[in-house]
């Protein structure tokens, strides 16, 4: 993320600084930034990180309540404008495995967050409760996203309160959605209108339905699928025994997924189930969001501004990151992003900042970079079939034709990752998040 980048984000939101301080506005979101490659630092000790190759040099003393004032003038948007420029599938002309049938395969799904056990976080947010208490924990922040499943990049994403729930909160993730894509749902996301919504933006659909609905059969297909009807929207309805096999016996249930691809020739049931495995993918991403960089710590954050200011950063540099394995990938034809270890790339990182590495960009684009040598240097294996916890799954359905599912190329350019500004988006000053009161309190 060059300076020219943050600067134009900076201009654009009007965040520029309008007196030369200590710390300027474009020092503040490498701060955020780098915050973020080392959550178990505080701001002050992330700051040393951040200037440790510049010892040798007069650099201005830099106090926590200095870093704590130039984070809230900055505000929210500057991150949030990092993030919209970097979102995107980050997929090259041949990443692998990002495309099936022709269509770049993503998934919606939702995790939680925990942030810190602040009274007015608290009043906002609330806290879980259980059958011993009525409230446990720490208050939680819904974080709804559609990722890419070949490279789990994140394409789009939104958070707030967790009522009222991934549904309501992921259809504003619809904006993103368009012709060519597959979106694999799970349960909570298989509504009535949920899925109506989904299939008006042009994507198809493949989600999963829950065992009490019973859909109209309006006619059989050769591989065992059926046409059927969900409102207004014509799907087809692939039933199938899943039988899960571990050290602990064996467990057989009935799944029924639906979807909007109802030419069964073209798109047959046996592939669609193996497809639907896929939506992993957007598990495997939280997992690195939540174990790999937050090493399931507490955000910093004590307040709604500045919680909306790290979510944003985090995902600022998970993206980032995730850009530079699937460019290093894409130089070596045929090699699947699965296979680079996200954590070799997040520590190469964590070392570029301490080495203060890189920061003047060069005349010429180095595509793969250090972080991406260090990746190609470690590939690992290819990726088993994945499920949680750990088990061999097989599916069975009565199809005529079993063949395995081929994995097609994506089609897109990297390159095109940049998102233009959407004017039905809702105006950050809009939303819950930049109408709290006050300003962020001190935090670490």
Not at 112 to 133: E, F, I, P, S
Not at 162 to 172: A, C, Q, Y
Request: proline share 6%; net charge positive.
């Amino acid at each position: 993320m060059p300076f020219e980048m943050v600067d134009e984000v900076l201009a654009e939101c009007g965040a520029v600084q309008q007196r030369l301080r200590k710390l300027p506005a474009r020092v503040v979101v490498y701060l955020l930034l780098a915050a973020t490659l080392f959550e178990e630092c505080g701001y002050p000790a992330v700051w040393r990180k951040l200037t440790a190759a510049f010892e040798a040099l007069p650099l201005p003393t830099v106090t926590a309540t200095a870093l704590w004032h130039a984070r809230t003038r900055l505000g929210v948007r500057p991150m949030r404008g990092m993030f919209d420029l970097l979102r995107g599938p980050a997929s090259a002309v041949r990443t692998a495995g990002a495309r099936w049938a022709g269509l770049l395969v993503v998934a919606i799904d939702g995790t939680y967050l925990d942030v810190a056990d602040d009274a007015d976080v608290r009043a906002r947010l609330g806290k879980g409760a259980n059958q011993y208490t009525a409230a446990s924990g720490y208050p939680q922040v819904l974080l709804v996203a559609l990722v890419a499943c070949g490279t789990r990049a994140v394409i789009d994403a939104v958070f707030g309160p967790h009522k009222p729930g991934e549904p309501v909160l992921g259809r504003r993730l619809l904006r993103s959605l368009h012709q060519g894509m597959v979106v694999l749902l799970d349960r909570d996301f298989a509504t009535n209108a949920f899925l109506h919504t989904v299939a008006g933006t042009g994507a198809d659909l493949l989600a999963r339905l829950s065992a009490v609905r019973k859909p109209p059969v309006l006619r059989r297909f050769d591989d065992g699928s059926f046409l059927s009807q969900i409102g207004t929207v014509q799907i087809r309805i692939i039933e199938c025994e899943i039988t899960i096999a571990t050290t602990a016996g064996r467990h057989s249930g009935v799944y029924r997924l639906a979807t909007t691809l109802l030419d069964h020739r073209r798109y047959p049931a046996f592939e669609l189930i193996r497809l639907y495995h896929e939506r992993w993918e957007v598990e495997s991403a939280y997992f690195t969001v939540k174990q790999s960089m937050l090493g399931r710590r507490v955000l910093r954050a004590r307040t709604l501004p500045g919680i909306a200011q790290e979510i944003y950063a985090l995902l600022t540099v998970y993206q980032a990151i995730r850009i530079a394995i699937a460019d290093a990938t894409s130089t070596v034809p045929g090699t699947d992003p699965d296979r680079a270890s996200f954590s070799i790339a997040l520590h190469t990182a964590r070392d570029q900042i301490v080495q203060t590495a890189g920061a003047i960009a060069g005349t010429t684009i180095d595509l793969v970079g250090t972080i991406g040598r260090a990746v190609l240097n470690q590939l690992m294996p290819a990726r088993r079939l994945r499920v949680s916890p750990p088990r061999r799954q097989t599916a069975t359905v009565p199809l005529r034709l079993q063949e395995p599912a081929r994995r097609p190329t994506y089609l897109q350019s990297h390159h095109q990752h940049r998102h233009p500004v959407d004017s039905t988006q809702q105006p950050i000053t809009s939303w819950p998040w930049a109408k709290a009161p006050g300003s962020l309190t001190r935090d670490r």
